[in-house]
Structure formats: C-alpha cells, structure tokens
C-alpha cells in the first residue's frame, strides 16, 4: 500500500534508539524526510547512519537538542521550522512508589512527558493547517489506560498529554491535521532491558528468566518488535489515515483487558 506520504517531513523526538527510532524507519521506508533527535551527538549520528544503511536512499537529518528543556525546544524549532509530521516521544521517569514522588519528581516528569509535546505542537499546527496537512503521532503507555502503581509517575504525565491532545484533535482535524496516541506495551526495546536488568537485580534470576517473566504479563507471550509499532505508526501519518483522530490505539499483544 503506497501511504501518499512520499516526499513529507517528520520531526522524530527522542529518536536515536528504541520506539522513536522504530517511527523513523517505517516513515524513511515511505519515503519520508526525517529529522532524528536526541541529546547524544554521537549515538545520534550512529543512529542516523544505521537507519541509511536500513533503508536505501533514506533521507536522514539530525537536531541535537534536548527537548526537555525549553531552550531545546527552541533550538529545535529554528533548525526546523515546518514540518508535515510530527511524532512524540521522551524516555519515561523511573519507576517509583508514592513516597518517591515529591513535587520535583511530578514536575520532573510533565517535563518530559507532557509539556515538550504540547510547546512542540503549538510550534507546528499551525503550519500544518495552513498547508492542509499535519500527522501528530504521540508515544505515550498501555498504562494510560490499565496504570501500574510503580509506573504511577509516569502514567499521569502521559495521561495528562493524552487528555490535552484531544481536546486539541476536535479543533484541528477539519484541516486535514489528525492527532493520535500510540500506547506501547512490552516493545522489545532498551526500555524492556532496562526492566530485565532491573528484574535480574531484585529477583537475583537470569537474564533469560527476566526476560520470559517479562513477556509473561503479555497474552501473545511475546514482546512486540520494534517494526510492528513504527509500522502503526506510519499508517497512522498515511493519507488513508486522515479520517482517523483523537485515538489511542493499544500495541499491547491483546492485553488490555477494558473494553473500551
């Protein structure tokens, strides 16, 4: 399926590994310009460099800036000042119990995962409805939906970017500007060795065992790959994708047990 895409921009956050990097190239596989991001200039020339070995003739930039911040955000945004997709992403707090979060670590946390994508989309939809084009695409958490008490931290700063985003999503669609979540759970990324390693800490078990104990929680018994999210991902910013808005669509392995 040609996904009408070939030719346009996507600005890619917190990109130079894991589901960022996974968005990139699917959207490079369809002829997308894309603008990785990170706040390491090496692993994101790595990350750059990888990615056109991948894909033939993939057309790769690079904005070294960490978007945490808001003179990162800026940097960002006068390196590139249109775009036609734009897919947010962030790493994620540490995970935590109520004594753990004070106000800093709240505040920590909307700073990543929450106001950086709300400063980036106030930079860029307004661009995009005037163009009559624009595909937000935020990474937020299965958790959003089924939260986790040691994930709590990091729920609620997601949460709070999904409600906002909604609300946006009902005011910019009539310009063919669609704004959707992608709610990841168990990808096999760094993010899940992260959690083996934190598991082999506590649990004293293998390296195997972490991980089988991780893709135990799942119904399909796996981890997702990579591919299948950045897959989703790039439908999502297809042309055939623009009556769809104002969702979140769940790459869980059927383990959401809600109905709605």
């Known amino acids: 399926m040609d996904l009408g895409i070939k ?28 603008i990785l991001n990170g706040r390491d200039e090496q692993k994101l020339q790595r990350a750059a460099d990888q990615l056109r070995t991948e894909v033939s003739g993939a057309k790769v930039l690079i904005v070294v800036a960490d978007l945490s911040t808001t003179q990162g955000r800026a940097e960002i945004v006068e390196a590139i000042p249109e775009v036609d997709i734009l897919v947010n992403n962030n790493a994620g707090p540490p995970p935590g119990r109520l004594q753990d979060w004070d106000e800093t670590a709240l505040l920590d946390a909307l700073q990543a995962n929450m106001i950086p994508a709300v400063q980036l989309m106030r930079a860029y939809i307004p ?24 994930m709590g931290l990091s729920t609620s700063a997601r949460t709070a970017l999904t409600a906002i985003s909604k609300a946006i999503s009902v ?6 500007v669609t ?14 060795e992260f959690m083996a390693q934190r598991l082999m800490k506590e649990q004293g078990v293998s390296h195997e065992d972490a991980r089988r104990q991780i893709a135990s929680t799942i119904s399909a018994k796996r981890l997702g790959r990579p591919e299948e999210f950045g897959d989703a991902c790039a439908f999502l910013c297809s042309s055939q994708a623009s009556y769809i808005s104002g969702q979140n669509l769940q790459l869980d392995g059927g383990s959401y047990e809600g109905l709605i």
């Open 7 to 34: 030719g346009r921009t996507a600005f890619i956050s917190a990109s130079s590994q894991g589901l960022g990097y996974a968005c990139a190239r699917s959207l490079a596989r369809e002829g997308v310009t894309v």
């Open 127 to 150: 661009g995009m409805q005037a163009r009559g084009f624009g595909r937000i695409i935020n990474i937020t958490s299965a958790m959003v939906k089924s939260p986790h008490y040691i």
């Open 171 to 176: 005011e910019v669609v009539k310009d063919n």
């Open 179 to 192: 704004l959707n979540n992608l709610l990841p759970e168990r990808i096999d990324t760094p993010r899940q």
